[in-house]
């Protein structure tokens, strides 16, 4: 099992909850996992089957994007940040 930490914004998604447990080998097993649980999670999270550009997932601190993407590995225990981007200015 994995720990997804849930930002604010999908919070009200998931219950309330600040972080949930999703279980998966990969990202993207992770995600579809907090999905299944979640379904109202899958419109922020998945376009198109892909991950929403929109949206930044950290394993670990570090950006999947940078590693292999929904098909990074996850080990028991690890943590998975969703970070939807902002944009704004004025």
Known sequence: ??????????????????????????VGEVLRAL???????????????????????YLNDEDVRVLDGLQTPVGEGDTLVILPAMAGGA
Request: no cysteine; proline share 8%.
């Open 35 to 57: 999905v299944t649980d979640h379904p109202q999670t899958e419109a922020q999270l998945f376009s198109d089957g892909e991950l929403n550009r929109y949206v930044n997932v």
């Open 1 to 26: 099992m994995a720990t997804v930490k849930i930002p604010p914004v999908l919070r009200p998604s998931v219950g309330g909850e600040k972080e949930v447990t999703a279980s998966g080998s990969d």
